[in-house]
């Protein structure tokens, strides 16, 4: 998922400068992507990816298996400064995420409603939004 114009918000670009400028031997390692000795483990050869989604969030994700609240913590930062606009570090998936969920569900359900049938993607992704949703 892209912003509408493929754009990172600048917000985003502030979470990634903050991780990257913290983190060693930081490497290119494509678009939008990186990699690092991760500051959690002795890490000799980087081991640490970084990745900012399309909403600005950063991920981290070591390779030997340290979770990012142990990597945050070890350059000094919180999971919150992971995310644009600095929120509380949240469990499961964002609002928006799940208003999106609710929308697939919703126009599915209506749809089945109405006695139609949906095609064998929708009802797949109808189903994923089900489960996302705890729909039984
Ligand atoms: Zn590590």
Redesign the pocket.
Known sequence: MKNQNGAIAPAGSACLDLVLDRLTKVKSAGAGKWIAC????N?KSP??NVSEAADGKVLLH?????NAR??TAAIGLELADLFPGKREPRRGPSKAAVNHERMVYAVGSSLLQQGQLLNAEDQARFELAKQRLGVK
């Open positions: 991760c500051p959690a483990h890490d081991s640490l070591c390779w030997a298996g340290c142990d990597i």
